[in-house]
């Protein structure tokens, strides 16, 4: 895809999507909040009204009355079902502008055996596959047990997880399984939900009595994706933080992430009255995934003693490995195809811009390894520790010195193996 209009497209997509969850996510907190406070009714209720309440908004006061049925359908029903749907569409466009349509080194290690094609084909077939799944659990007698089948989706999350860094770059992995986690989400909406509510009014439409269990069904499966709305929340901006997907056992990370995300909502609803073994199981959970995100290797140049003693590295030596392994896309004008910009403008041009750039070309060629992009430009273990080194050791943009280059320092891969 052109550079150009896959940005344009990237950004009109992602401004709908980011709208779209808003309204969707919105909702979903709105709802489960409602009724949670209807269920606390403060007055009989007559009828079939399940509870009411009121509320202060906007210069004005709404009183809210849930019943479990009707009498006559109303013209004017709102349905509450296109967030989740734009939500779902938008998302999978995106999934499509970049990684599918982006360069194969958006979804695979330069190493991997796999072609492009099937990268896209098990990443379409792994969202079918794990819904499917997931529908499935729904129909066993599990659904009966929250905290089963709970444990038995977090058994099989964390399954996909490492099925993904398997297969994808662990950031295309994290993305994979929070568009598994959305699919399966907006599919409750569309096979579920959406479909209970309508027999519900079909029911009382023909004057025959309405069978409410396809209401307490719509409600089970609306709770599910409820809890699921901050681990998919997780995995949408996880591919800012490369400590964590860059994790060597990033599977872990984020399954414990989608923990305590769940945690989080947990606490959000029962507050006062949320079991104190699930907030410790959530704060473990948090402390887990923060020690093992913690690098070996210090951030700041200088701090780690192993790297800063190692013989010294002159920038004639960095400077060579950047230029091999990172310029072709971090300069001002990227000769990799697939970009026509400098990624997130960071430009490795200039020895003031390497020197800007210190800390976290640590971070992302040394610890994380999470750069170059899928490795395409084939940077070698023993560049890295150089490089690490020369930051360790300060940095130093001014003193050139020698290159001294490992062996397989060889020319970069052909620009070709980047293009889309
Ligand atoms: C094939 C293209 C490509 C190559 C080669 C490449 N990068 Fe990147 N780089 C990207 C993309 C895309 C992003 C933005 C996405 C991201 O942050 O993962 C990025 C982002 C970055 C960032 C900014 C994000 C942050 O965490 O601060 C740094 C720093 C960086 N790269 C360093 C490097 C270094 C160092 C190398 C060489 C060892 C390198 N890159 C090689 C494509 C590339």
Same mark, same amino acid.
């Given at each position: 895809?052109?550079?150009?209009?896959?940005?344009?497209?990237?950004?009109?997509?992602?401004?709908?999507?980011?709208?779209?969850?808003?309204?969707?996510?919105?909702?979903?907190?709105?709802?489960?909040?409602? +009724?949670?406070?209807?269920?606390? $009714?403060?007055?009989?209720?007559?009828?079939?009204?399940?509870?009411?309440?009121?509320?202060?908004?906007?210069? &004005?006061?709404?009183?809210?009355?849930? *019943?479990?049925?009707?009498?006559?359908?109303?013209?004017?029903?709102?349905?509450?079902?296109?967030?989740?749907?734009?939500?779902?569409?938008?998302?999978?466009?995106?999934?499509?502008?970049?990684?599918?349509?982006?360069?194969?080194?958006?979804?695979? +290690?330069?190493?991997?055996?796999? /072609?492009?094609? =099937?990268?896209?084909?098990?990443?379409?077939?792994?969202?079918?596959?794990?819904?499917?799944?997931?529908?499935?659990?729904?129909?066993?007698?599990?659904?009966?047990? $929250?905290?089963?089948? &709970?444990?038995?989706?977090?058994?099989?999350?964390?399954?996909?997880?490492?099925?993904?860094?398997?297969?994808?770059?662990?950031?295309?992995?994290?993305?994979?399984?929070?568009?598994?986690?959305?699919?399966?989400?907006?599919?409750?909406?569309?096979?579920?939900?959406?479909?209970?509510?309508?027999?519900?009014?079909?029911?009382?439409?023909?004057?025959?009595?309405?069978?409410?269990?396809?209401?307490? *069904?719509?409600?089970?499966?609306?709770?599910?994706?409820?809890?699921?709305?901050?681990?998919?929340?997780?995995?949408?901006? /996880?591919?800012?933080?490369?400590?964590?997907?860059?994790?060597?056992?990033?599977?872990?990370?984020?399954?414990?992430?989608?923990?305590?995300?769940?945690?989080?909502?947990?606490?959000?609803?029962?507050?006062?009255?949320?079991? #104190?073994? =699930?907030?410790?199981?959530?704060? =473990?959970?948090?402390?887990?995934?923060?020690?093992?995100?913690?690098?070996?290797?210090?951030?700041?140049?200088?701090? +780690?003693?192993?790297?800063?003693?190692? $013989?010294?590295?002159?920038?004639?030596?960095?400077?060579?490995?950047? *230029?091999?392994?990172?310029?072709?896309?971090? =300069?001002?004008?990227?000769?990799?195809?697939?970009?026509?910009?400098?990624?997130?403008?960071?430009?490795?041009?200039?020895?003031?811009?390497?020197?800007?750039?210190?800390? *976290?070309?640590?971070?992302?060629?040394?610890?994380?390894?999470?750069?170059?992009?899928?490795?395409?430009?084939?940077?070698?273990?023993?560049?890295?520790?150089?490089?690490?080194?020369?930051?360790?050791?300060?940095?130093?943009?001014?003193?050139? &010195?020698?290159?001294?280059?490992? #062996?397989?320092?060889?020319?970069?891969?052909?620009?070709?193996?980047?293009?889309?």
């Amino acid at each position: 895809m052109d550079p150009w209009v896959q940005e344009w497209a990237n950004l009109a997509v992602r401004w709908a999507h980011v709208l779209a969850g808003i309204l969707w996510i919105g909702d979903s907190f709105l709802f489960i909040w409602l +009724d949670a406070r209807l269920s606390e $009714p403060r007055r009989p209720l007559e009828g079939d009204v399940v509870g009411e309440m009121r509320m202060a908004h906007g210069g &004005g006061f709404y009183e809210v009355v849930k *019943r479990r049925s009707l009498t006559e359908i109303p013209p004017d029903l709102a349905w509450f079902k296109w967030e989740s749907y734009s939500t779902w569409i938008t998302g999978f466009l995106l999934l499509i502008i970049v990684y599918w349509a982006g360069g194969r080194a958006m979804l695979l +290690d330069a190493a991997s055996p796999l /072609s492009h094609g =099937a990268a896209v084909g098990i990443g379409l077939g792994g969202l079918a596959l794990g819904t499917a799944v997931y529908h499935a659990l729904c129909r066993t007698p599990l659904i009966r047990d $929250p905290r089963a089948f &709970g444990a038995v989706g977090l058994a099989l999350l964390l399954a996909v997880a490492w099925g993904s860094t398997q297969v994808f770059t662990p950031r295309a992995a994290f993305i994979q399984v929070g568009a598994l986690l959305g699919t399966v989400m907006a599919s409750n909406v569309f096979f579920v939900i959406i479909p209970a509510q309508a027999h519900m009014l079909a029911s009382t439409a023909a004057g025959t009595p309405v069978d409410t269990s396809y209401g307490a *069904r719509a409600k089970q499966r609306s709770v599910h994706n409820h809890y699921l709305t901050l681990p998919v929340l997780f995995t949408m901006v /996880s591919n800012h933080f490369p400590s964590l997907y860059g994790n060597a056992t990033p599977w872990l990370v984020l399954a414990l992430v989608v923990v305590v995300g769940v945690g989080v909502k947990y606490a959000m609803n029962f507050r006062g009255r949320s079991h #104190p073994l =699930a907030l410790g199981g959530t704060a =473990a959970a948090l402390v887990a995934v923060m020690a093992m995100t913690r690098p070996a290797v210090p951030a700041s140049p200088g701090v +780690d003693a192993a790297l800063a003693a190692s $013989p010294p590295v002159s920038f004639a030596t960095a400077d060579a490995i950047l *230029r091999a392994r990172c310029v072709s896309c971090h =300069a001002a004008a990227p000769t990799d195809p697939a970009f026509a910009a400098p990624p997130l403008g960071v430009v490795l041009d200039s020895p003031e811009q390497v020197r800007a750039h210190a800390d *976290r070309i640590a971070v992302r060629a040394v610890q994380t390894r999470t750069m170059p992009l899928g490795n395409l430009t084939g940077m070698t273990d023993a560049e890295r520790a150089l490089l690490g080194a020369w930051i360790a050791q300060g940095a130093d943009t001014s003193a050139p &010195g020698p290159a001294r280059l490992p #062996p397989a320092a060889a020319p970069m891969a052909s620009p070709e193996a980047a293009s889309p």
